[in-house]
């Protein structure tokens, strides 16, 4: 856009400046009072206009008759509506300067100046208690509905024109009587502008000249027990609005204090929004056009909305929210009915339908129901398709274009249903080939796992095996050796007790031997020799004995 940081500071200061404005509250103490005396400073700050004299537009009416300067208090209603006109007031010479200033640095000399616009629009409206404001945001979308119903009626007529379908009238609601109870003459907007204009006009004299004026239409409902309210039949439904407030709205109270005070900014750029602002008393006066009211130029402007996309080409998105507490997972239908029916969708549901609602280029049938023409061997498209429908569909439900074939939606079900059919016992085909090869594979997968836990289990069981044959092997082994050694020891023992007996036996003979060797000796000897060789006797009796009892021991 091109704008310097200063300007872009101005703007965030300006915002701001709206922000703590709307933070002001009243009390009433003799007539309007500032309760928080801090937001309307802060306010007075960043919009660069005096605190004093803010409080002041804020809180009472100045005038000016004659020369002389009068201040009525205002109530804590009228202060309030004071408030929002200086922030709506700023905010909208904001918004379109901003908006000038796009389409400038948009707009080129050398080329034709074209532009992309978006209107956002919430709905329709219809709350407990509807004021002026719901009022007017409803005309706007019966407008604004009347615009799409013949926006797609005509698209509907030149689909089918294009096509060469012959155009049959289309039986669809027509908004209009409810558009002209509000724009005709003594309709609601020039009963409201009337009664505006006049000094003494009020909301039930008003309520009376609407009652009065329309109570026949059938698009307005007059209510049974008298009070401020009137009903309008809308194309979303009946909606009852409460004229309270209508008047004081509709006539605005941005007065000619507020612009001399927002003008006396000490901010070049505030001064440069409300330069071209002109007070009453310039506009005003006899054979000068008088102040336009809101519903006037909010008519004017939703006229030359309606003008502006009559020239267009428009491209409808429709919003919808699935409950009003903005959680997942949480879909409403009564909510979703509702906002289909205020957004029109209904009956554009009942302009497709009155005809052909479903229509499909002829490649694209062919493709989507191709079980359908297995048995239609033409190659053309539009033959294909022409020759199925006519050997299987009345010729009601359905024509046939020059690039697309229009049906009923009872024709595309049954068409679907068959195509279900063909193609729900293909994949049952395919899924018992699969099933089957895939059991196959796993019959395999289990049985090469149950070899292997087999091959397991019989190694298991053989080596288990082969260990208790080596302990029972190595049990035999052992009573066999150990009976092997004890034979084995018994011989050794038996020859050692024979040598063992074969030497006391010599020993015995040498003993006898030496007894008698003695004897004869101590026959022959002296007695000294005969008593050593006793002694000797006597050792060699010992050994013997001792011998004689370890061999027994043994």
């Given at each position: 856009m091109g704008l310097s940081n200063q300007v872009v500071d101005e703007i965030l200061?300006?915002?701001?400046?709206?922000?703590?404005?709307?933070?002001?509250?009243?009390?009433?103490?003799?007539?309007?009072?500032?309760?928080?005396?801090?937001?309307?400073?802060?306010?007075?700050?960043?919009?660069?206009?005096?605190?004093?004299?803010?409080?002041?537009?804020?809180?009472?009416?100045?005038?000016?008759?004659?020369?002389?300067?009068?201040?009525?208090?205002?109530?804590?209603?009228?202060?309030?509506?004071?408030?929002?006109?200086?922030?709506?007031a700023v905010y909208s010479h904001l918004f379109d300067w901003i908006?000038?200033?796009?389409?400038?640095?948009?707009?080129?000399?050398?080329?034709?100046?074209?532009?992309?616009?978006?209107?956002?629009?919430?709905?329709?409206?219809?709350?407990?208690?509807?004021?002026?404001?719901?009022?007017?945001?409803?005309?706007?979308?019966?407008?604004?509905?009347?615009?799409?119903?013949?926006?797609?009626?005509?698209?509907?007529?030149?689909?089918?024109?294009?096509?060469?379908?012959?155009?049959?009238?289309?039986?669809?609601?027509?908004?209009?009587?409810?558009?002209?109870?509000?724009?005709?003459?003594?309709?609601?907007?020039?009963?409201?502008?009337?009664?505006?204009?006049?000094?003494?006009?009020?909301?039930?004299?008003?309520?009376?000249?609407?009652?009065?004026?329309?109570?026949?239409?059938p698009f307005y409902i007059k209510p049974k027990i008298s009070g401020s309210d009137f009903g309008i039949r809308h194309f979303a439904g009946d909606v009852v609005y409460n004229t309270v407030g209508f008047l004081e709205k509709n006539r605005g109270s941005f007065r000619d204090d507020l612009i001399t005070l927002l003008k006396e900014s000490t901010s070049d750029f505030m001064y440069d929004l409300f330069e071209g602002v002109k007070l009453s008393t310039e506009r005003g006066g006899r054979g000068k056009p008088k102040a336009a009211t809101v519903a006037s130029a909010f008519k004017e402007s939703l006229s030359s909305l309606m003008t502006t996309l009559s020239g267009s080409n428009p491209f409808f998105i429709r919003c919808v929210k699935p409950n009003a507490r903005k959680q997942a997972n949480d879909f409403q239908n009564q909510l979703m009915i509702n906002q289909l029916r205020y957004s029109g969708m209904m009956q554009t549901v009942v302009i497709r339908r009155s005809g052909y609602p479903v229509r499909r280029a002829y490649a694209d049938f062919c493709t989507r129901y191709q079980p359908l023409l297995a048995t239609i061997y033409t190659k053309v498209a539009k033959d294909k398709v022409s020759l199925y429908l006519t050997k299987n569909?009345?010729?009601?439900?359905?024509?046939?274009?020059?690039?697309?074939?229009?049906?009923?939606?009872?024709?595309?079900?049954?068409?679907?249903?068959?195509?279900?059919?063909?193609?729900?016992?293909?994949?049952?085909?395919?899924?018992?080939?699969?099933?089957?090869?895939?059991?196959?594979?796993?019959?395999?997968?289990?049985?090469?796992?149950?070899?292997?836990?087999?091959?397991?289990?019989?190694?298991?069981?053989?080596?288990?095996?082969?260990?208790?044959?080596?302990?029972?092997?190595?049990?035999?082994?052992?009573?066999?050796?150990?009976?092997?050694?004890?034979?084995?020891?018994?011989?050794m023992w038996g020859e050692k007790c024979a040598r063992l007996e074969a030497e006391l036996e010599a020993q015995r003979q040498a003993l006898e031997e030496r007894r008698a060797e003695m004897e004869r000796l101590r026959q022959e000897a002296q007695e000294q020799e005969a008593e050593q060789l006793r002694k000797e006797l006597e050792e060699e009796e010992i050994t013997r004995r001792k011998e004689e009892e370890e061999r027994k021991r043994i």
């Open positions: 200061t300006i915002l701001a400046g709206i922000l703590h404005l709307g933070n002001v509250r009243f009390h009433m103490d003799g007539g309007a009072q500032i309760s928080d005396r801090d937001a309307v400073e802060k306010a007075a700050q960043f919009l660069s206009v005096s605190t004093e004299s803010l409080i002041e537009s804020l809180t009472h009416n100045k005038r000016e008759m004659r020369g002389e300067v009068f201040l009525s208090p205002l109530n804590e209603d009228q202060a309030m509506a004071s408030r929002d006109s200086i922030t709506m908006i000038q200033r796009i389409n400038s640095r948009v707009k080129s000399p050398k080329t034709p100046f074209s532009s992309i616009g978006v209107l956002d629009i919430f709905g329709f409206e219809n709350f407990t208690i509807n004021r002026f404001e719901q009022f007017n945001i409803n005309f706007a979308n019966e407008k604004l509905q009347q615009y799409f119903n013949k926006h797609i009626f005509s698209l509907e007529q030149l689909e089918y024109n294009q096509e060469g379908i012959p155009w049959s009238d289309i039986d669809w609601t027509d908004n209009a009587g409810c558009i002209d109870l509000v724009e005709r003459k003594m309709g609601v907007f020039s009963v409201i502008d009337e009664e505006s204009r006049f000094p003494k006009g009020t909301d039930k004299s008003m309520l009376e000249k609407l009652h009065n004026a329309n109570a026949k239409n569909a009345s010729p009601k439900e359905w024509q046939a274009g020059k690039t697309k074939v229009f049906m009923k939606e009872t024709l595309e079900n049954v068409l679907e249903q068959q195509r279900v059919l063909i193609l729900g016992s293909a994949a049952i085909m395919i899924q018992k080939h699969w099933r089957g090869a895939i059991a196959r594979m796993h019959y395999r997968k289990r049985l090469a796992n149950i070899v292997k836990v087999q091959s397991l289990v019989r190694a298991h069981l053989y080596r288990k095996l082969f260990l208790q044959t080596k302990s029972a092997a190595l049990v035999v082994q052992k009573y066999v050796r150990g009976h092997i050694a004890r034979q084995v020891v018994a011989e």
